[in-house]
C-alpha cells in the first residue's frame, strides 16, 4: 500500500506515537532528517509534500529501533561533532557536548603554537585526535585505544577525513612510555560502577561498557594517569582531562600530587557542572 499522507502528518503522528512509548517527540524528525542527510530547511521545504513509501518505510523501522531504545546515532551510524560527522558503532562512545568543550578548552590555549606533539588517550571514534588535527595540521597527533573495534571505526573516521593521525592500541601510555608529548587530552571511562541503575537505559544497553565505566568509584584511570603521565610530559607540557560531574575534587587533588609545578584547576560546562581538570605549567 502507497503511503498517501504529507511529512507534516506523518511527523505530528509520529511524534505522538513515540511520547505514547515514552520517548521524546522530537527524535520523529531528527530520524527523518539523519537518515535523509537534510538540515531543518530542506525538511521544512517538504512539510506539505506526500512522503514517498521508500521513505516512510525506513523511517518507520528506524523509529522502531528507537522504541527499542537504540541510540538515535547507532541506528544511523554517524554522530555530528565539531562540525564533522563521525562515524560510530556500539563499539564507541557516541560522542558529546561535553567533549567538544574540552576540545574547544585545548584549540583556545594552544591552536596558535604550531608543531606541538599531541596525544589523544581512549581515543574511541577518533573524534578529539582528528579534530585537533583537522583544526591544527600542523599537529603531530598520536591516538591511543585499547580496543581494537573501536580503532577500526577511528580509522575509518581518519581515513574519511583524511588526516595523517598516528592510531596505536594499548591501554593508556604503554605503546608511548618512551616518548614525549606537549599535550595530552583524554575522555577516559569515569562512571562509578554504583551508577548503573541511574544511568540512561539506551546508554547502559548500548555503549560500551569498556569505554564507560571505571572502578574505585569511576576514579583508577584517573589515579593511573596520574602515575604514569610525568614520564611522557615535560615541563611546560599541558593535560586536559573530561571529569565526572561529582569527580573534580579528587582529580585535581590527584594531578595536584603529580604535578606539583603545574596549575590544576577544574573547570565547569555549558550545564554548570564540574567537566574538565586542566593541568598547565606555572
Not at 541510540?71 to 560527522?85: A, D, M
Not at 557516541?94 to 581512549?122: F, H, M, Q, W, Y
Not at 591511543?144 to 592500541?169: C, Y
Request: glycine share 6%.
Amino acid at each position: 500500500m502507497k503511503i498517501k499522507c504529507k511529512y507534516v502528518e506523518a511527523l505530528k503522528g509520529a511524534s505522538s506515537f513515540l511520547e505514547g512509548q515514552g520517548k521524546e517527540g522530537y527524535l520523529a524528525e531528527y530520524m527523518l532528517i539523519e537518515r535523509q542527510g537534510w538540515n531543518k530547511t530542506e525538511l521544512v521545504s517538504k512539510l506539505r509534500q506526500d512522503m514517498p513509501e521508500s521513505i516512510y518505510d525506513v523511517w518507520q523501522q528506524d523509529l522502531k529501533k528507537v522504541c527499542e531504545g537504540i541510540p538515535p546515532q547507532y541506528i544511523i551510524g554517524s554522530c555530528e561533532f565539531f562540525g564533522r560527522r563521525f562515524k560510530v558503532t556500539e563499539a564507541t562512545l557516541i560522542p558529546r557536548p561535553e567533549t567538544e568543550e574540552l576540545v574547544e578548552a585545548c584549540l583556545v590555549d594552544n591552536k596558535s603554537t604550531s608543531g606541538l606533539k599531541v596525544l589523544d588517550i581512549g581515543t574511541g571514534t577518533g573524534a578529539i585526535g582528528l579534530t585537533l588535527k583537522h583544526e591544527v595540521p600542523s599537529w603531530d597527533v598520536t591516538a591511543i585505544d585499547i580496543s581494537s573495534e573501536a580503532l577500526a571505526v577511528a580509522k575509518k573516521n581518519k581515513l574519511e577525513f583524511g588526516l595523517d593521525v598516528r592510531l596505536v592500541e594499548g591501554d593508556l601510555i604503554e605503546p608511548v612510555q618512551t616518548e614525549t608529548f606537549d599535550i595530552i587530552v583524554s575522555n577516559p571511562p569515569y562512571i562509578a560502577e554504583d551508577e548503573w541503575d541511574v544511568m540512561d537505559e539506551s546508554v547502559r544497553e548500548h555503549e560500551p561498557k569498556l569505554a564507560l565505566f571505571a572502578p574505585n568509584k569511576g576514579l583508577e584511570i584517573y589515579q593511573r594517569l596520574a602515575k604514569s603521565l610525568p614520564s611522557v610530559t615535560h615541563e611546560k607540557s599541558k593535560i586536559y582531562l573530561e571529569i565526572g560531574y561529582l569527580q573534580g575534587e579528587a582529580v585535581v587533588n590527584l594531578f595536584k600530587k603529580a604535578f606539583p609545578k603545574h596549575n590544576v584547576r577544574c573547570y565547569k560546562d555549558f550545564f554548570g557542572q564540574d567537566r574538565m581538570v586542566i593541568v598547565t605549567p606555572i
